[in-house]
């Protein structure tokens, strides 16, 4: 009997595990055929100066509209993607909407600076920058009007490549942004090497500065190191105007957050730029949000 009872535990917690692996394996099966057919979405986050109240760009953030479990996040399946060996795919079907999106908004009058994430393995390729180009090239975009985010952890592995291949893609004119600091190995060392122009400050620090002082000593102190090393920074992850006036009274250069807007799909980009500038989401020249 208990030899029977231990058995039917193991074979339920094999037909788990199995059931596990099984969905594991279908995502990315599903993955795999939406990046072939280009079934992923692009969606992008305003990033506004905080002395002026202007748009200073868009970051791209691919989301993956799923038959079955609806409009999936980046967080639910970017993770996937670099596991199953789908990320390099993924990252030029995004650079190359990203780009045809600047040219089709561009010809409505409206230039945007767009910035696009890229992983580890992107810069582990040393064909990354040409296939780049070679996107700029189709499509008629200009690079000097895109940047690429990565994090200091896609730094780690290889970083000679690494270096080599974010040398190359500035040489190209991508401007680069280190993304999510101070969740990394960050190396001051590392930093100084990197032809930076831009620091995002990770929303986890960001969310609660109001009311932790630890967390609003760790933002101060990045704040300052970014403009000793003449760069500009970027606060992520802003939710309300109390942390907004925060980050200016720190003379935090750019804020991106749920209290400025969401990632918005590109069709309602135009329309919100034009709300924006006439003061409806959050008015920079009063300091104060709109109800
Ligand atoms: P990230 O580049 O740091 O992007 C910021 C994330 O924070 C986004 O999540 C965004 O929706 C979310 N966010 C923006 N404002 C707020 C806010 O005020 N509060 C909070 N709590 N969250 C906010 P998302 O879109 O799920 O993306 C997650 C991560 O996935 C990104 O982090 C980025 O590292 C990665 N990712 C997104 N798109 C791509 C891509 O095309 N390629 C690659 N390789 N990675 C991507
Ligand atoms: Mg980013
Ligand atoms: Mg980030
Ligand atoms: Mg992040």
């Known amino acids: 009997y208990e030899a029977k009872r231990a058995g039917e535990t193991l074979a339920v917690y094999r037909a788990e595990h199995d059931q596990y692996t099984w969905q594991r394996l279908t995502l990315i099966g599903e993955l795999r055929q939406a990046i072939d057919k280009g079934r992923l979405d692009l969606h ?21 509209p ?9 967080d ?32 409505e009058g409206l ?30 975009g200009d690079p000097s009007r895109f940047m690429v985010e990565l994090t200091e952890g896609s730094m780690m592995l290889n970083p000679e490549r690494a270096l080599q291949v974010i040398s190359a893609l500035h040489r ?38 109001v009311e932790e002082e ?34 200016r009274r720190l003379r935090c250069d750019m804020v991106q957050g749920f209290v400025v807007s969401p990632p918005l799909p590109a069709a309602e980009i135009p329309g919100w730029m034009r709300r924006f500038s006439l ?5 920079a020249r009063e300091g104060t949000a709109a109800p």
């Open 44 to 64: 992008y986050q305003p990033k506004v100066d905080l002395a002026t109240g202007r748009v200073r760009g868009v970051e791209a953030l691919v989301r993956w």
């Open 66 to 74: 799923h038959e079955q479990k609806g409009l999936l996040y980046s």
């Open 76 to 107: 639910a399946f970017i993770p996937l993607a670099e596991q199953a060996g789908l990320i390099r795919p993924l990252t030029l079907w995004v650079f190359e909407h990203a780009v045809r999106q600047a040219t089709a908004w561009r010809h």
């Open 111 to 140: 230039v945007l600076t767009v910035s696009v994430n890229l992983s580890v393995k992107d810069l582990q390729d040393v064909d990354f920058p040409r296939k780049v180009e070679r996107i700029f090239h189709l499509e008629g």
């Open 172 to 209: 190209i004119g991508l401007r680069l942004a280190i993304d999510d600091f101070g969740t990394g190995y960050s190396s001051f060392a590392y930093l100084k090497q990197l032809p930076a122009s831009e620091i995002k400050i990770d929303k986890s620090f960001v969310r609660h500065m």
């Open 214 to 247: 630890n967390d609003a000593a760790i933002v101060r102190s990045t704040i300052d190191l970014a403009h000793n090393l003449d760069l500009r920074v970027v606060a992520e992850g802003v939710e309300n105007v109390a942390t907004l006036e925060a980050l």
């Open 279 to 283: 003061g409806g989401t959050w008015d």
